[in-house]
């Protein structure tokens, strides 16, 4: 007798095999060659439990690529260990590693051409980007509240200081995208915008 | 009889009109539409006339951008009146009005197509961006020798972070390129970067 609950985490023991599959494939062969069907035989799945979740190839690279900035929960959240400067580091490091990883660079790559012909891919991935947007502001608000930015600070242009410069490198190659460029953008960015003197001083 | 000086002004009027007939022209038609015949005409020239100081169309269009950017005697200079964040402000809001400039935006995308095809263009391009990318560094440099700037920044990070969130809402629509725009990006890199207080306090 199989108990709803294993049958669920059989489910999800498929569900992580197929994005495992076809993050894998996507960097072996390019996006172009993958098909559905190989992803299937890669995942040890049928093709119907593939079609069952998602509408198309399209669709499933999407989601390895969103799974890989979820928490186990399925949330949306940067980390708060209550050090802003610390979090924001290990966020931009984690950044500028997956920039500049191969793997990522093929998925991302494949994922944008996919997306300016597919319509519906195009909204779930700006749904997702204006998530992501937020749990970062959610980080850098509870920073403001903490006293390590200034309260003044507009979020967006700080979050666009964090971001650009490393989008621009990665983009035209213009620099190496290493850890010790991420946290001299953190560094740079939370000078730009500093908490009032007295509360630093407390 | 014609002198020397006349004639050669007779060549500077030509090449403005070749100049401009090509920035016209890609605007009006796109890059793709527009041919040296087209322009020869619209500029009141003969097509040898172009032939004679360019190879090809995307080097005539390429010399219509750097045109752009040279001050009359053919230099790549920032302004330098000894106030850092004026002259910066000044010239990241021309840099700010020119992505949001149709026209512009139709030159930067059909050159930038043309490069990928031509690697006599590709190298051009990439000498005209790195004097470009000098002339930048040098009035970031007199600016610490005035005291305006940390003698310690790294200048290429600071002109990364001045100009690649310009360039990042440009490239992705994600924001609109104004004016206050420009001067909250010079306002956030100076704070990043301040002088040492005794040179400020003086």
């Keep these: 007798m199989s108990s709803p609950q294993r049958s669920s985490r059989r489910s999800e023991r498929s569900r992580r095999a197929i994005l495992d599959a076809a993050r894998e494939l996507v960097v072996e ?4 060659k993958v098909s559905i069907e190989a992803i299937a035989t890669r995942a040890g799945v049928g093709k119907q439990t ?3 979740w998602w509408p198309s190839k399209g669709a499933v690279v999407f989601e390895a690529v969103r799974a890989l900035s979820e ?5 949306l959240a940067l980390p708060d260990t ?3 400067e610390a979090d924001l580091k290990l966020v931009l490091r984690a950044t ?7 793997a990522f660079d093929a998925l991302i790559r494949g994922l944008t051409t996919e997306v ?5 891919l195009a909204a779930a991935y700006a749904e997702h980007t204006a998530r992501l947007e937020e749990a970062k502001r959610q980080r850098l608000r509870s920073g403001q509240r903490a006293g390590q930015l200034s309260p003044d600070a507009d979020l967006d242009v700080a979050l666009e200081l964090l971001y650009a410069p490393l989008f621009h490198r990665w983009l035209l190659r213009t620099g190496p ?7 001299t953008l953190v560094e740079a960015v939370l000078r730009a915008f500093p908490p009032p003197a007295s509360v630093t001083a407390s």
């Excluded at 062969?29 to 172009?32: I, Q, S, V």
């Excluded at 500028?96 to 191969?102: K, N, Q």
């Excluded at 300016?116 to 519906?120: C, G, I, T, Y």
């Design 29 to 32: 062969l390019g996006y172009a």
């Design 50 to 52: 593939i079609y069952r």
């Design 71 to 75: 928490n186990t929960d399925g949330e």
């Design 82 to 84: 209550g050090d802003l």
């Design 96 to 102: 500028a590693a997956e920039f500049a990883d191969p």
């Design 116 to 120: 300016a012909h597919d319509p519906e």
């Design 177 to 183: 995208l290493t850890a010790d460029y991420a946290d």
